[in-house]
Nanobody
């Protein structure tokens, strides 16, 4: 019913920037919060940043001052602008959204992930 599709990952040198996008589509009535998580092999998935419909944002300490989350409610799309990237930012980045569908069912959805590699 609802799909999240991420894009924008890739290979970047340390100190560089990337912008991730995640577009939600399907039988969407409303989206309360949208988040970005990341995961490296052998470790738990960790929250990077969250934004709710009012524009309130929250960041992991590792992301503060370098990453900016934003959303376009009309397009059901969330973005993650990542600046001053470090090798330790290398991970698969996942989009997550709290969605109420047209049938008024509320569920949590995940995207398929996009690889971000920071390396010289």
């Amino acid at each position: 019913q609802v799909q999240l599709v991420e894009s924008g990952g890739g290979l970047v040198q340390p100190g560089g920037s990337l912008r991730l996008s995640c577009a939600a589509s399907g039988s969407i009535f409303s989206i309360y919060f949208m988040s970005w998580y990341r995961q490296v092999p052998g470790k738990q998935r960790e929250l990077v940043a969250t934004i709710i419909g009012t524009g309130y944002t929250n960041y992991a300490d590792s992301a503060k001052g370098r990453f900016t989350i934003s959303r376009d409610n009309a397009k059901n799309t969330v973005y993650l602008q990542m600046n001053s990237l470090k090798p330790e930012d290398t991970a698969v980045y996942y989009c997550n959204a709290d969605v109420t569908t047209i049938s008024r069912a509320r569920s949590n959805y995940w995207g398929q992930g996009t690889q971000v590699t920071v390396s010289s």
